[in-house]
């Protein structure tokens, strides 16, 4: 495992993982493979490019582009994909679920394709707690169930399953991580915590889902990316493996520790009208990682308090971002008229 391909590298946990790789590991050199999608942006690896110029190349591509893909791994000697690129935000999968069973399920069948047809040492899938639903209560292993409840859930449940039957039917040297909800530097900003954070920077309402007592577990992506690391020189192949804190908080105490940190009044806070199927609980057991000598560095209040730092330190990155006529579209689509009294 030397040369890796890093699909979805440009975006948000995929670039954070890209630099983590190249500063712990000086032999190894990476390819991020990335289609620049409204998530994908080349200033996140910015600074990769500047310091790494020996070991790092970036292809602009599609991962359902089953030619490029192959050309890309035979011209950079790839034995290793570490497939971060999907569509990923739960709204957006309720607007246009085409788009994300076109990648993240077709565009896992590829990798998987060319994994298994060039002979590849791994393919390792970072897919997401959503896969297991809505937890009323416990914690949801690896051998639980899955049961996604929105399409973007479903698409990441889909590649888990082709992953899986890959390995069984073709003996694949596969490795699957499920993370919780990652927060960090360069997490784009309609996600909810930077979402929070750079709209009560400029005094602008945080819209609030229903009551927000929804719970989630909020981890830091480079305590997520060490995680990622380790399973890939320590895992078992065909194994799954739960990422997150192993604790929760309710999306509500969330916003108000975003407001607390940027010294910003409660009433800043502004209720929605709720996401449509809105899982309310999601909770990870994560003994199995603990068992390859894994620990979180970040409480979820502590990912929180890095994340926020980072926005308010960074406006030179998201301010432009929120700024372009896209993410205007977008924000107006999303929150017009969903206010409750």
């Known amino acids: 495992m030397r040369n890796l391909m ?76 570490v497939d971060f690129a999907a569509e990923t935000h739960v709204d957006r999968s309720i607007m246009d679920p085409a788009a994300f069973i076109k990648t993240d399920v077709y565009g896992t069948y590829v990798l998987l394709e060319a994994t298994r047809e060039m002979g590849l040492e791994r393919m390792h899938q970072v897919s997401t707690d959503e896969v297991y639903g809505h937890v009323p209560e416990g914690s949801s292993k690896e051998t639980d169930a899955v049961a996604p ?12 399953l082709m992953i899986n039957a890959y390995h069984v039917t073709y003996g694949l040297p596969v490795t699957i991580t499920r993370g919780a909800n990652n927060i960090g530097p360069y997490q784009y900003p309609e996600k909810v915590v930077p979402l929070f954070t750079t709209n009560a920077l400029d005094d602008i309402p945080l819209p609030l889902y229903g009551d927000g007592l929804q719970v989630r577990d909020y981890h830091y992506v480079l305590d997520h990316c060490e995680a990622i690391d380790l399973v890939l020189h320590a895992g078992e192949i065909g194994a799954i493996y ?61 990912a929180i308090e890095s994340t926020v730092r980072w926005y308010v330190e960074n406006e030179w990155w998201w301010r432009p971002i929120k700024s372009g006529k896209r993410y205007q579209e977008y924000y107006r689509r999303q929150y017009e008229g969903r206010e409750i009294q």
């Open 6 to 81: 890093i699909t979805g590298g440009a975006g948000f946990i995929g670039s954070n993982f890209v630099r983590y790789v190249l500063d712990r590991h000086p032999a190894y050199r990476i390819v991020v493979y990335d289609k620049l999608t409204y998530a994908g942006n080349l200033d996140n690896l910015r600074d990769v490019a500047e310091r790494w110029p020996k070991r790092y190349a970036f292809v602009h591509g599609d991962i359902c582009d089953a030619a490029l893909v192959r050309e890309t791994v035979a011209a950079h000697e790839v034995d290793t994909v």
């Open 149 to 160: 409840r929105s399409p973007y859930a479903a698409s990441k449940t889909s590649a888990d």
């Open 242 to 302: 739960n990422v997150g804190t192993g604790a929760e908080v309710p999306n509500i105490e969330m916003a108000r520790v975003i407001l607390r940190l940027l010294g910003k009044p409660e009433s800043l806070i502004q209720p929605v009208r709720d996401r449509p199927g809105h899982d309310r609980r999601y909770a990870l057991d994560v003994e199995k990682m603990r068992a390859l000598g894994w620990e979180p560095a970040h409480t979820c209040v502590e």
